[in-house]
């Protein structure tokens, strides 16, 4: 079972920052979290991970809260292509890397 | 070039038949993966390799085997195709194994069984 908690859906207007939010209350010391998204008919597409610290790359930042309890994704200027199902994902940091899906957000962007 | 290809991109095939799904990858990573999406949009883990040694293995029905011929290769069989076999089959890569890594996923392969 996915360990986070997402809402079902969010609107974004074009050219405004998309700010998704992600609940992982259970998440542990050595457990990262992880942001990917899928594009209709698309492989999903790594975004952004982080264990503790903010971080910040070329797509996105990620925001973690600092007793690690939630997180948001910020993309800061979205644009129509960012319409997809975005997945916040918790793994162990340790020998294995199975993903585990929840059933995401779908961010639409309008107009 | 592609980061992580398969072939092919679309399959139809009937009810009883014996079907291979192929992957590459051609970022130099040790550890690749199968996922499956279903209709219902539920993307899971089905295998995963490292370094051509089976390290994840689902509750997968055994009629599929997943083969790496070398680490830049993870190709899928099935056998006796059903119709609860249909759906969109991704392959991934990751530089190694372990949750630091992230996975680079191919452009997925829709399988319907007929």
Same mark, same amino acid.
């Given at each position: 079972?996915?360990?986070?908690?997402?809402?079902?859906?969010?609107?974004?207007?074009?050219?405004?920052?998309?700010?998704?939010?992600?609940?992982?209350?259970?998440?542990?010391?050595?457990?990262? !979290? /992880?942001?990917?998204?899928? %594009?209709?008919?698309?492989?999903?597409?790594?975004? #952004?991970? @982080?264990?503790?610290?903010?971080?910040?790359?070329?797509?996105?930042?990620?925001?973690?809260?600092?007793?690690?309890?939630?997180?948001?994704?910020?993309?800061?200027?979205?644009?129509?292509?960012?319409?997809? !199902? /975005?997945?916040?994902?918790? %793994?162990?940091?340790?020998?294995?890397?199975?993903? #585990?899906? @929840?059933?995401?957000?779908?961010?639409?962007?309008?107009? | 070039?592609?980061?992580?290809?398969?072939?092919?991109?679309?399959?139809?095939?009937?009810?009883?038949?014996?079907?291979?799904?192929?992957?590459?990858?051609?970022?130099?990573?040790?550890?690749?993966?199968?996922?499956?999406?279903?209709?219902?949009?539920?993307?899971?883990?089905?295998?995963?390799?490292?370094?051509?040694?089976?390290?994840?293995?689902?509750?997968?029905?055994?009629?599929?085997?997943?083969?790496?011929?070398?680490?830049?290769?993870?190709?899928?069989?099935?056998?006796?195709?059903?119709?609860?076999?249909?759906?969109?089959?991704?392959?991934?890569?990751?530089?190694?194994?372990?949750?630091?890594?992230?996975?680079?996923?191919?452009?997925?392969?829709?399988?319907?069984?007929?």
């Amino acid at each position: 079972d996915a360990k986070t908690t997402q809402p079902t859906s969010m609107d974004c207007a074009e050219g405004r920052a998309a700010n998704l939010p992600c609940n992982h209350s259970t998440i542990s010391g050595n457990e990262y !979290v /992880y942001w990917y998204r899928q %594009i209709h008919s698309q492989g999903p597409q790594y975004i #952004i991970h @982080g264990l503790k610290n903010n971080e910040t790359n070329e797509m996105a930042s990620l925001i973690i809260t600092e007793d690690r309890k939630s997180s948001t994704l910020i993309l800061p200027h979205a644009t129509l292509r960012d319409t997809a !199902v /975005y997945y916040c994902i918790v %793994i162990y940091g340790g020998a294995t890397n199975k993903l #585990i899906f @929840g059933t995401g957000t779908l961010l639409a962007v309008q107009p | 070039d592609t980061a992580v290809s398969q072939t092919p991109k679309y399959l139809v095939t009937q009810m009883g038949n014996d079907k291979s799904i192929k992957c590459e990858q051609n970022l130099g990573h040790d550890t690749m993966y199968w996922y499956k999406q279903d209709s219902k949009k539920f993307l899971k883990i089905m295998f995963s390799y490292n370094n051509k040694e089976l390290i994840i293995n689902e509750t997968v029905p055994n009629r599929f085997s997943p083969k790496s011929p070398d680490k830049a290769h993870l190709n899928l069989h099935i056998n006796s195709l059903e119709l609860g076999d249909s759906a969109v089959y991704f392959c991934a890569s990751s530089r190694k194994t372990g949750g630091s890594y992230e996975q680079y996923f191919g452009p997925g392969t829709r399988l319907t069984v007929t």
